[in-house]
């Protein structure tokens, strides 16, 4: 199984970049999580989708800003990532489970990281 995320680059603060995640397996199967991972800092989740009902998640830090859908006619997952800040710089991967890899906590669900495919990166730098 390969994951390939894509479509980062270099972006003032405030732009916007779409990224993308591509597979050889079939991605309306399974859902679909965004990480990031910032110079020295752990790895985070960012956004999720899940296939079996079509729910999405948000970290708070992106609620408003980013987006993730999904393009099943293309296999390909994206994270639409707007008004983008330096803070958000960081590499950024994408993963894939069959299951729903979420975490319930006080009420409210949150993107999990059990999941079982894991693409490389693509790094987003946004700076003036």
């Known amino acids: 199984v390969q994951l390939q995320a894509s479509g980062g680059g270099l972006v003032q603060p405030g732009g916007f970049l779409r990224l993308s995640c591509t597979a050889s397996?079939?991605?309306?199967?399974?859902?679909i999580g965004w990480f990031r991972q910032a110079p020295g800092k752990e790895r985070e989740w960012v956004s999720c989708?899940?296939?079996?009902?079509?729910?999405?998640y948000y970290r708070d830090f992106v609620k408003g800003r980013f987006t993730i859908s999904r393009d099943n006619a293309k296999n390909t997952v994206y994270l639409q990532m707007n008004r983008l800040k330096p803070e958000d710089t960081a590499a950024y991967y994408c993963?894939?489970?069959?299951?729903?890899?979420?975490?319930?906590?006080?009420?409210?669900?949150?993107?999990?990281?059990?999941?079982?495919?894991w693409g490389q990166g693509t790094q987003v730098t946004v700076s003036s």
């Open positions: 989708s899940m296939s079996n009902d079509g729910s999405t």
């Open positions: 993963a894939a489970s069959p299951g729903t890899p979420l975490v319930y906590d006080s009420g409210t669900y949150y993107c999990g990281d059990d999941y079982d495919y």
């Open positions: 397996i079939r991605l309306a199967y399974y859902a």
